[in-house]
């Protein structure tokens, strides 16, 4: 019988061992190469040595407001101020560069840049996902700490611990348990009518799969149903690893923000009496507990009353925590517990009660009355977190939540380096200190990856998301090798290993285009030159308002509403500084993202983003044209130079350059604007004219 060609490669990719992959081979440092230029760091060294095998020459660096341009943008996310770059370029010290370095990777602004490539990989939205797309008021809690820990440069390895199972630590802090908010970032469906265990389990795959993808850059997901088809991962592998976060449970907890705890604390007591007045004014207790009883009925014997199986159903997927809260016993209930179930019976009692009884219960005025309450009390923020759950774990047969097959305990995949659990049943804490264990040979060079990918527009292995048979081969494994080693090495920081990529004569090349380089290198594989990228949808935004002044740069917080195209009726748009805070805080909901993201090439949050796409389309100029941001940030910057002082041509649209462009307008620049000025209406020339710099592909671009 004759066998297809497809099926002998699937065959030969299946058998391949792993210890013949390159990404399952332990790391071990190798020693740099040896360059005709003397005086390298290692990283050129690595590059040098093959573009010297390959004959190909380096490209020069580039001119110094070009580099700091590049560096700003590339450590924090955000232009360099005239000033800034002033005196940089005055400053001919030989360690220049490196203080620039060092004072950027110092500003609180880089846990957002940097932020915000982790909240891709983190799949972060502030919205569940699915049809109702329920806001989630408390997921910029986690954006918060990732923040924080990346500023003070936490070890990646801990990093990693807190994340994975902070929860799980000996005397866990509250900033730690707020860490496992990285696996709240799962869709949730509320929609009637189904199967919450069906989703759970769901949420469960994803979390697996978040960790396969982010930390070991493997398509783990694909041993779901079956064994994988290309990798060395059974579908028992699968769920042994599965099993770490089977063997957990969703939770909330008051994380106060400094300065929140002492107000709410005061003020409490009297708004605790106030709500309980409230309450009993009007027989809420009492009829609460009946409405309680009646629901249990309706889960234990389904199909009795069917009003009360609507109820019932609704309660468990409309209500955060429903049926979980209901058969917590009331006197065990939380806070917060007691709250959202009494809350939830308010506006829900009408189900199981006739028009006549609704009408005469009045609880319509009783939630207005609490809502009023509710708004005098001083919040405290909350946090989404995770907590441990002894739960028994089966392989799912095809993948079928229904369908179970054999027990399993969790694991790892037999293919990599074996976990270690001391003697008794591995959690989620024994998988974290796993992973970021020197014998893993994946996280360190995933991680290491990924950085220099956002430096230089892809990865020395260019399939960031996936080191398995499927994935591209690094064009340099030599260097791979040796900053995965050096970041372990280190101490796993990761600004040491920012340093040595910004530092390096590579990252400082000139971006220009070369026509030796067109035939023989047209992707800038080997690295001849820097690469011009487009910049991300926050930063496109960020540049426009720190450009006109318009940038609120408070760090942290929660989402915002800036004003968007079309008005969206749930979208109630923030005011005052809210407006003008950078990108990355924009409320994000899944289904109904914010356009200048969309455009852009932002994620979505429907699932681990490892490397974001760039495309070029015609609603790009719209939007740099015509959304409210760009408008107001094109008439802003036009007010403020002319409030600085700039009040002729020449210096004054030499100062809208420096702002935009980090640069000086060239005289045929100067020439065609001023013909473009003069044809203007005098109210808004020089509106269009800061409008033509904020659309220059050079203003979205990173050179």
């Known amino acids: 019988m004759s066998i297809r060609p497809g099926i002998v490669v699937l065959l030969l990719a299946s058998a391949v061992h792993a210890a013949d992959h390159w990404s399952l081979v332990p790391v071990r440092r190798p020693q740099p190469p040896k360059a005709n230029a003397t005086g390298l760091p290692e990283v050129d060294r690595f590059i040098r040595a093959r573009l010297e095998k390959e004959g190909i020459a380096s490209s020069p660096e580039a001119p110094r407001a070009v580099l700091l341009r590049r560096l700003s943008l590339d450590l924090i996310g955000l232009p360099p101020t005239p000033a800034e770059l002033a005196s940089f370029l005055e400053d001919q010290q030989p360690d220049a560069w490196q203080r620039q370095v060092n004072r950027l990777l110092a500003s609180p602004h880089y846990g957002e840049k940097w932020g915000r490539h982790w909240l891709d990989l983190a799949r972060y939205a502030d919205s569940d996902g699915f049809r109702s797309d329920r806001f989630r008021p408390h997921a910029w809690r986690y954006r918060q700490w990732l923040i924080d820990a ?43 009518g189904i199967d919450p265990e069906q989703f759970r389990v769901e949420q469960v795959i994803d979390r ?151 009408a005469e219960l009045k609880f319509d005025t009783v939630a207005r009355q609490l809502r009023e309450l509710d708004a005098t009390l001083p919040p405290v923020s909350e946090a989404p977190v995770l907590r441990a759950l002894d739960r028994k774990t089966h392989l799912l047969i ?112 000139s971006s220009h285009s070369r026509a030796d380089l067109a035939g023989r290198d047209p992707e800038n594989k080997l690295f001849a030159r820097q690469t011009r990228l487009r910049l991300t949808a926050e930063a496109i935004r960020d540049s426009a308002l720190a450009a006109s002044g318009l940038l609120s740069p408070e760090i942290g917080g929660p989402s915002v509403r800036p004003p968007q195209p079309g008005g969206e009726k749930n979208w109630k748009e923030s005011t005052g500084r809210e407006r003008y805070r950078r990108g990355m805080y924009i409320q994000l909901n899944r289904t109904a993202p914010y356009p200048l993201m969309v455009n852009f090439d932002a994620p979505n949050g429907y699932g681990a983003l490892c490397r974001r796409g760039r495309s070029n389309t015609p609603l790009q100029a719209l939007n740099l044209l015509n959304d409210p941001a760009f408008v107001e940030a094109a008439r802003t910057l036009a007010w403020r130079t002319e409030t600085e002082g700039y009040r002729d041509f020449g210096p004054r649209l030499d100062r809208m350059f420096e702002l935009c462009l980090a640069r000086l307008a060239a005289p045929d620049e100067r020439d065609w604007l001023q013909s ?9 020339a020089w509106t269009g004219l800061a409008s033509v710099l904020l659309n220059l592909d050079e203003f979205i671009t990173r050179e």
């Open 150 to 192: 990346l500023n003070r440069d936490l070890p990646f390895d801990q990093f990693t611990l807190e994340q994975i199972a902070g929860d799980l630590l000996p005397n866990a802090t509250r900033d730690q348990r707020i860490a496992t908010g990285f696996h709240r970032n799962t869709l949730t469906n509320r929609e009637g």
């Open 208 to 358: 697996t799969n978040t960790v396969g993808t982010v930390w070991l850059g493997l398509t783990v997901g694909c041993a779901q149903c079956h064994d994988h088809k290309y990798d060395p991962i059974s579908q028992r592998d699968y769920y042994r690893l599965f099993a770490f976060f089977n063997d957990a449970d969703e939770d909330h907890m008051d994380a106060p923000m400094p300065g929140e705890l002492g107000p709410h604390l005061q003020a409490r007591p009297a708004y605790d009496a106030k709500r309980r007045e409230i309450l009993e004014a009007h027989g809420v207790p009492r009829l609460q507990a009946e409405w309680e009883v009646g629901m249990i009925e309706a889960a234990v014997h389904p199909g009795k009353r069917l009003d009360w199986d609507h109820a019932f159903d609704d309660l468990r997927t409309d209500c955060e925590d429903g049926e979980k809260i209901l058969r917590t016993p009331a006197a065990t209930r939380t806070r917060r517990q007691a709250r959202i179930l009494t809350d939830y019976f308010l506006g829900n009692y009408a189900r199981v009660i006739s028009k006549e009884r609704k």
């Open 676 to 684: 473009y000025w003069k044809t203007q209406p005098p109210a808004m």
């Open 398 to 509: 095809r993948g079928d939540f229904k369908q179970l097959g054999e027990a399993v305990e969790p694991g790892t995949p037999a293919a990599l380096p074996p976990l270690d659990a001391a003697g008794g049943r591995a959690t989620r804490l024994d998988l974290a200190r796993w992973l970021v264990s020197r014998e893993n040979p994946l996280t360190a060079r995933v991680a290491v990856n990924r950085i220099w990918q956002e430096y230089f527009g892809r990865g020395l292995a260019r399939t960031s998301e996936n080191f398995g048979n499927q994935g591209e081969r690094p064009t340099h494994p030599e260097l791979l090798d040796w900053l995965a080693a050096e970041f372990m090495e280190s101490g796993w920081s990761l600004k040491h290993v920012h340093r040595l990529v910004v530092s390096s004569a590579t990252y400082r090349q």
